[in-house]
C-alpha cells in the first residue's frame, strides 16, 4: 500500500515541474532570444517481483514480473530552434541568424539529427559572448544593447559584450571624449563609424563582437536574465565563429531582435495536461490515505 502512495507523490512531483517549467516558457514569451524548456521525466529503476517460497512452503522463488515505482523530473531542456526575427530599427538591436551545418548532418526542425549507426548529433549555436560582473565568461542571445557613460556596450543587464580581442566593447570617442553611439555593424560583427570606416580598438586593431560558436548548446546551463554558462569540463565544446568557414552560416542584423521560441498554443496545452495529471495522481494519493486510515482506525479495532 505505502508503495502505491509514493508512486503516486512521485507523479505529483514531477507533474508540478513540469508545470513550473511551462508557466516560466509562457512568462518569457516576449523576452529576446529566450529558448523553450521542455522537461524530462524518468521512470525509477523497475523492480523485479517474485513470490517467495511460491506461497505454499515451496523452496525457491516464482518470478511474478516487474514493477515500476514511479517517476521523476529528470532535467529541463532547452530547444534552441530560431525563434521569429522582429524589426525594431533601433540601433542597439541586434539579432543573430544561425544556420551552422555540420558535414553529412541533415538537422530537423527541433536541430537535431540521428545517423544511421544511431549517433545523435546536435546543431550547432551562435551566442553573443558577454562577461558577468564576477568577469566570467558568459553567453547570450539578447541583443538588446547599450552604451553606458564610459562608452562601454552593455546589454539590458548590464554585462559587458565581449569583442573579437577577448576584451568588453568600448566605443569611445578620444576627439570627442563622448561615447559613441552613431555606428554600425556589418553581417560578420565588425563595427564601422556612420562613414563605414573601420572602429578601431586602443591597439589601433578593428573592432567586432565576439560570436562564440557551442557545439553541443545541450551542455548549457540556465544562470538566469538570459545567461547561459558551459557545465564544467565542456569548454572545448565552444570556439569563435569564422566568417570564411561555409559552416558557419551566422549573421547579425542590427535593428533586429530575435523572439523568444516558445509556442503560446502549445504550451497552454502543456500546462493544462501537467494540472490534470497532478490532479490524477492527488486523487489516487488521497485514496491511499483513505485506506490506510480504514486499515489503522477500523481494522485495528477488530
Request: charged letters at 20%; zero cysteines.
Amino acid at each position: 500500500m505505502l508503495r502505491g502512495f509514493y508512486t503516486a507523490a512521485s507523479g505529483m512531483i514531477s507533474q508540478q515541474r513540469r508545470h513550473d517549467i511551462v508557466t516560466n516558457n509562457i512568462a518569457n514569451i516576449n523576452t529576446p532570444g529566450f529558448k523553450q524548456g521542455n522537461g524530462i521525466n524518468r521512470s525509477f529503476p523497475e523492480m523485479l517481483i517474485a513470490r517467495i517460497n511460491n506461497g505454499k512452503g515451496e523452496a525457491g522463488a516464482v518470478p511474478v514480473g516487474q514493477l515500476n515505482t514511479g517517476v521523476m523530473a529528470e532535467e529541463n531542456v532547452s530547444v534552441h530552434k530560431q525563434g521569429d526575427i522582429q524589426e525594431t530599427n533601433n540601433p542597439f538591436d541586434f539579432a543573430l541568424i544561425s544556420n551552422i551545418q555540420v558535414p553529412g548532418a541533415r538537422f530537423d526542425a527541433s536541430g537535431k539529427y540521428v545517423d544511421e549507426n544511431g549517433t545523435r548529433i546536435v546543431q550547432p549555436q551562435a551566442f553573443f559572448t558577454v562577461q558577468n560582473a564576477a568577469g566570467e565568461q558568459r553567453y547570450s542571445l539578447d541583443g538588446k544593447l547599450s552604451v553606458d557613460i564610459n562608452g562601454q556596450l552593455i546589454t539590458g543587464d548590464g554585462h559587458a559584450v565581449i569583442g573579437g580581442n577577448g576584451q568588453p566593447v568600448v566605443l569611445f570617442d578620444p576627439v570627442m571624449q563622448t561615447p559613441i553611439t552613431n555606428f554600425h555593424i556589418t553581417k560578420s560583427g565588425q563595427l564601422t563609424d556612420a562613414n563605414g570606416e573601420l572602429l578601431l580598438d586602443a591597439n589601433n586593431e578593428p573592432m567586432s563582437l565576439l560570436v562564440s560558436r557551442v557545439d553541443d548548446p545541450n551542455q548549457l546551463v540556465r544562470e538566469g536574465n538570459g545567461l547561459y554558462r558551459i557545465n564544467d569540463g565542456q569548454e572545448g565544446l565552444v570556439r569563435a565563429i569564422n566568417p570564411n568557414d561555409p559552416n558557419d552560416q551566422v549573421e547579425i542584423r542590427q535593428g533586429f531582435v530575435e523572439r523568444s521560441n516558445v509556442d503560446p498554443t502549445q504550451s497552454m496545452v502543456d500546462m493544462m495536461a501537467a494540472l490534470r495529471a497532478y490532479e490524477a495522481n492527488q486523487k489516487v494519493v488521497q485514496f491511499y490515505d483513505k485506506s490506510m486510515d480504514k486499515a489503522v482506525n477500523e481494522v485495528g479495532r477488530v
